[in-house]
């Protein structure tokens, strides 16, 4: 098995709310292997966001409480650094792409010239080599020409070229692990397949991880390696991404995939999963997904479910052992 | 095509800009090359010309004492525009580091400095004067300390306030994300982002401190005579408003032209600072740029 870049151990994230802790992060483990694409997948509101911000601990410390470690690769808790040592890995090892392209960049500074800060704050190059380098990495990611983008101010670019850009800052010092929270949600489709294809490029040139976070399983079954489906908090499923596409077991998971449309289901309607996602801010007993599950019964309600691991490092979070998803897909 | 030149995005010098601009720089040539202009003494008493109209000697007539107020303008321009300046460079220093870091920072920083700008903002402006020349002396340097600290509150609030929305702006955390330090983030990433707002407020308070200052000096707070101040004179020469009119009603418009220029220039630059409403070139002018190229 290959080494891991970071690794989440029993992480709970509590944001604060008049009546106490909202856990929006309940119990998460999680292992970004080295070289890896990771999806962590689920619907709005189960706590993908926020599990990623965490791993920079980019939530506001006044009111968010972090339990569980976070292990970087050089042994050390994330969750334990010092501010200066975590701004030494931040952007530098670890760094983040933001789902908004529009917002991300500083409106009031040239691309070149927030590009250029990001070496003269991090490393010891010149003038003109951080220059070379920046222009070629606006190339590799595909916003040409990179001499008049340089010049550009972020509000001259269309989305898709900011996401590029955005892109390329965060790749410009090499990190180990990427951080894509949603990168294509604000951009059109013909856009995302650009942007996927782009991530999937750079990530087999440079043999970093990336950690990218979506709630669209297209997405996954485009560029990830394997998968982790997130619900209400926690992580319910992880395996090989094809493994989950074609043998999905948690239900969550199995109804998900039932959900998304396919090409030859004429006049039929779309699937859906009735009901709500669970209020995080009282403990749920049992499964979380027993009031929506199909195959629930009433040990489901009360016993929270066992980790059920399969020979292939397939893990899922039920009690039902013998739950095959065929017939979904 | 001549594309070598690095071309800057849109144009800063536009009309009202120039005509400011040119503005501002006769005045404060003539302010500072006043003993070139006139050969008169500013605080030379005349007693036999005393309320003169204009005439080829007096171009805008005498005062009360027989003083040249031409003259006394010119040279009153020097401390009105550095006591004035004073004033808003202590605000600045003072006010801008205490809004940024109370905004962004929040909790009991932000607690302690606002309830110490509170504390200031409830004190009377003059009664702090006061104090301030009671305790250090007469003089308009002790003037223009104890209202510079006056406006520090109405500054560090509204940077505050500016702090407070740029802070949630997702740049931010991209920036935090990249892992600058709260330093660079607040002065080097956020700052720029509320500085044209700022730079608007600093201008109008130059206006308002040329006036406090005058109604400092007024008092005998400020300037001491007979060292002349655009202000001062407004104050001083306002009760003679019938029977000679010009001698308050010239230095009141040296104040409007200079305010006024002054506001306008940094309309101009304001608008620059933000890149997406910098001025664009003429329809006119690009219609026929388009031309060109599809002529070539």
Redesign the interface.
């Given at each position: 098995m290959r080494e891991n870049i970071i690794s989440i151990k029993g992480l709970k994230v509590g944001v604060a709310s008049t009546s106490g802790y909202v856990y929006a992060v309940r119990n998460i483990n999680l292992d970004v292997r080295k070289g890896e694409i990771l999806g962590l997948v689920g619907e709005s509101g189960c706590g993908k966001s926020m599990t990623a911000k965490s791993i920079l601990r980019l939530h506001d410390e006044k009111r968010t409480e972090y339990q569980g470690k976070i292990i970087y690769e050089n042994g050390k808790d994330i969750l334990n650094m010092k501010e200066k040592e975590l701004e030494q890995i931040r952007g530098s090892h670890i760094a983040m792409i933001f789902q908004d392209p529009m917002t991300t960049l500083n409106p009031l500074m040239k691309i070149g010239k927030q590009m250029m800060e990001m070496f003269r704050y991090h490393t010891s190059l010149s003038q003109e080599e951080a220059k070379a380098k920046c222009l070629k990495l606006l190339e590799s990611v595909g916003v040409t020409p990179a001499e008049d983008r340089f010049e550009n101010y972020p509000f001259q670019l269309s989305g898709g070229q900011l996401q590029r850009v955005s892109i390329a800052m965060e790749l410009a010092l090499d990190p180990e692990l990427l951080i894509a929270d949603e990168p294509t949600t604000a951009l059109d489709v013909t856009m995302q397949a650009q942007i996927l294809d782009l991530l999937r490029k750079l990530q087999k040139e440079s043999g970093a991880s990336i950690l990218i976070i979506t709630h669209n399983f297209g997405v996954v079954a485009e560029i990830c390696d394997r998968v982790a489906v997130m619900y209400a908090g926690q992580i319910v499923e992880t395996g090989e991404s094809m493994d989950i596409f074609y043998h999905p077991r948690h239900p969550y998971t199995i109804d998900l995939i039932g959900s998304i449309p396919k090409a030859g289901l004429n006049g039929q309607k779309l699937t859906t999963i009735p009901g709500a996602p669970p209020q995080l801010n009282r403990p749920i007993t049992g499964c979380p997904y027993a009031a929506r599950c199909r195959y629930a019964d009433e040990m489901c309600f009360t016993k929270a479910p066992d980790l059920q691991t399969l020979e292939n490092g397939h893990t899922y979070l039920c009690s039902k052992a013998d739950l095959t998803g065929e017939e979904a897909v | 095509m001549g594309a070598s030149k690095?071309?800057s995005?849109g144009r800063f010098f536009t009309v009202p800009v120039v005509i400011s601009l040119s503005i501002l720089i006769f005045l404060l040539l003539c302010i500072i090359f006043a003993p070139f202009i006139t050969k008169t003494d500013p605080n030379a008493l005349d007693l036999l010309n005393v309320l003169k109209g204009p005439s080829k000697e007096h171009l805008l007539g005498t005062d009360k004492t027989g003083r040249d107020i031409f003259t006394r303008i010119l040279y009153g321009g020097r401390t009105s525009l550095l006591s004035a300046l004073g004033v808003v460079m202590i605000s600045v220093v003072i006010g801008i580091p205490t809004g940024l870091i109370s905004g962004y920072y929040?909790?009991k920083v932000d607690m302690i400095l606002m309830r110490i700008c509170d504390v200031v903002v409830s004190f009377p402006a003059l009664l702090l004067a006061f104090i301030f020349v009671a305790a250090f002396g007469r003089g308009l340097g002790n003037a223009v300390l104890a209202l510079g600290i006056v406006y520090v509150p109405m500054l560090a609030k509204l940077t505050r306030s500016l702090m407070l929305v740029e802070k949630n702006?997702?740049?931010v955390?991209?920036?935090?994300?990249?892992?600058?330090?709260d330093r660079?983030i607040i002065f080097?990433?956020i700052f720029?982002?509320c500085l044209p707002t700022i730079l608007v407020e600093l201008t109008l308070d130059l206006g308002y401190a040329i006036l406090d200052l005058a109604s400092m000096s007024f008092l005998g707070l400020g300037v001491q005579p007979p060292t002349s101040d655009w202000g001062y004179m407004l104050e001083e020469n306002r009760a003679f408003l019938t029977t000679s009119p010009l001698m308050a009603i010239s230095p009141g418009i040296v104040i409007i032209v200079f305010v006024v220029c002054l506001n306008v220039f940094v309309d101009g630059v304001e608008m620059y600072?933000?890149?997406?409403r910098r001025r664009m070139p003429s329809m006119k002018k690009l219609k026929k740029r388009m031309e060109l190229i599809e002529h070539a």
């Open positions: - | 690095k071309k995005y929040g909790g702006k997702t740049y955390e991209a920036a935090y994300s990249i892992g600058y330090s660079k080097h990433e720029p982002n600072s933000d890149p997406s």
